[in-house]
C-alpha cells in the first residue's frame, strides 16, 4: 500500500467531493447574482446594499466564499503537486497559497459581516 504523506491524510474521493460540491455551489452563486443583475436593471448602491443585508444573502455569499477557498486550494494543490517535483519548492508554494487563501477568505468575510 502505497501512503501519500502530502495530501495530509485526504484520499482522491474527498478531494473530488470537495471540488463537485464547491463547483455547485459557486455556480448557484453566479446563475443568482447574474440572474439578479438581469432582473434589476437599474441596480442602485441602496438596492444592492439592501441584498447583502439580509442575512439569507450572507449566508449564502459566505457559502461561497468558503465554496472558493476550498475549490482553490485542491486545484492549487493538484497542479502544485503534479508539475513541482523539489519537495521544498512545491511546500514553499503551497504554504504561500495556504496563506493567500486564508487572507482572501479572512478579509471576504471581514467584508461581508463587517460594520
Known sequence: MVTN???FGRSGLSDWL???FSAVVLALYTLFIVAYLLFNPGLDY???SGLFAQ???RIF????????????WVGLWT??????KPT???IGVQTVIILAIFVF????IQILWGA
Open 61 to 72: 455569499s459566505l457559502l461561497a466564499f468558503v465554496s472558493l477557498a476550498a475549490h482553490a
Open 46 to 48: 441602496a438596492t444592492w
Open 18 to 20: 470537495i471540488q463537485r
Open 79 to 84: 497542479v502544485t503537486t503534479d508539475y513541482l
Open 105 to 108: 477568505l479572512v478579509w471576504g
Open 5 to 7: 504523506i502530502t495530501n
Open 88 to 90: 521544498g519548492i512545491r
Open 55 to 57: 442575512t439569507w444573502m
